[in-house]
């Protein structure tokens, strides 16, 4: 257990790390060319690991539509949050996403046939309400942005849903699919539209690097999952609020103000409260049945 959540945290900080590196790297690079190495990088990534461990059929899936569509959700994410984050502070638009768990608690009723508790939309609509104390009027954060952000985490919310309609399939082939849209959708936009000048060699390296740290990140998680359940590592994704206001304070010098904390601390009671109030339920429903 204690290894399996070293590797959860360990992919949380990657994807922070994506998540700041992508900020900086944005404003020199653009969005499209930023969701492009995002993307190949993962791609490439996952194709000697999933030839590895899932043989050479690891392309081979029973559900190819609910695969790409899920693919395709993926890159919609880092379009709607890089596309946002290059207006806003990192901390707080990285707490506008991780009101993903609530939209998950709120959409598994209709996405997957699981009974909503007035509990549960009472808590839900407490956690939105830490966003109100995020973006408030005369703020940086009163900006367009916020809504690309907030749209960021009911897409990440679905896309959450979906991949547990995936578990016939290996982790690895998953893996391998979750890149697949955002790498050929974008190579082939350049192919037509023409390939962005080349940056800098600096640019290219921390390309590379969104590249690596989307694999990497994506790749931890599924190692992680292996060796515990989700009920016992989820909780934990609540880690990455704090790489996130580190990053911001160390790359961009921007701390959240008071009230932001608060909405922050607001959304993250009310995630984790429903996060473990599912997990108790599934528990008690396989128990007894």
């Known amino acids: 257990m ?5 590797l959860f945290i360990a992919g ?5 790390s994506l998540d700041a590196l992508g900020k900086v790297v944005m404003s020199q690079t653009g969005l499209a060319l930023l969701i492009w190495a995002r993307y190949m990088g993962q791609v490439l990534f996952s194709l000697p690991l999933s030839f590895h461990y899932a ?22 994410t880092s379009l709607l949050f890089f596309g946002g984050v290059q207006f806003l502070p990192l901390a ?5 996403a991780f009101t993903a768990p609530i939209w998950v608690a709120i959409l598994s009723g209709p996405m997957l046939g699981e009974r909503v508790a007035r509990s549960d939309w009472a808590v839900a609509a407490i956690g939105f309400s830490g966003i109100l104390l995020i973006v408030r009027p005369g703020t940086e954060i009163f900006h367009f942005g916020a809504l690309l952000i907030g749209g960021m985490a009911a897409v990440n919310a679905v896309y959450q849903l979906l991949t547990r309609k995936l578990t016939q399939d290996s982790p690895f082939t998953t893996f391998f699919y979750s890149g697949l849209v955002g790498a050929a959708g974008f190579t082939v936009w350049f192919l037509f539209a023409g390939f962005p000048e080349m940056p800098d060699v600096w640019t290219v390296i921390q390309l590379c ?10 790749l931890l998680f599924v190692l992680a999952f292996y060796r515990a359940s989700p009920a016992s590592l989820t909780p934990f994704v609540y880690m990455q609020m704090v790489w996130a ?3 911001g304070w160390l790359l961009f010098r921007q701390l959240p103000d008071g009230w932001a904390l608060l909405g922050m601390a607001v959304i993250i009671a009310s995630g984790l409260w429903l996060i473990l109030h599912h997990h108790r339920q599934r528990a008690r429903r396989s128990g007894t049945g």
């Open 2 to 6: 204690r290894f399996a959540l070293a």
């Open 12 to 16: 949380g900080f990657c994807l922070s």
């Open 55 to 76: 043989g050479p059929r690891f392309w081979k899936t029973s559900k190819p539509k609910l695969q790409l569509l899920r693919s395709t959700l993926l890159v919609c």
């Open 92 to 96: 707080e638009a990285s707490a506008i």
């Open 209 to 218: 690097g969104v590249g690596l740290l989307g694999g990497l990140g994506h």
């Open 245 to 247: 206001i580190g990053f």
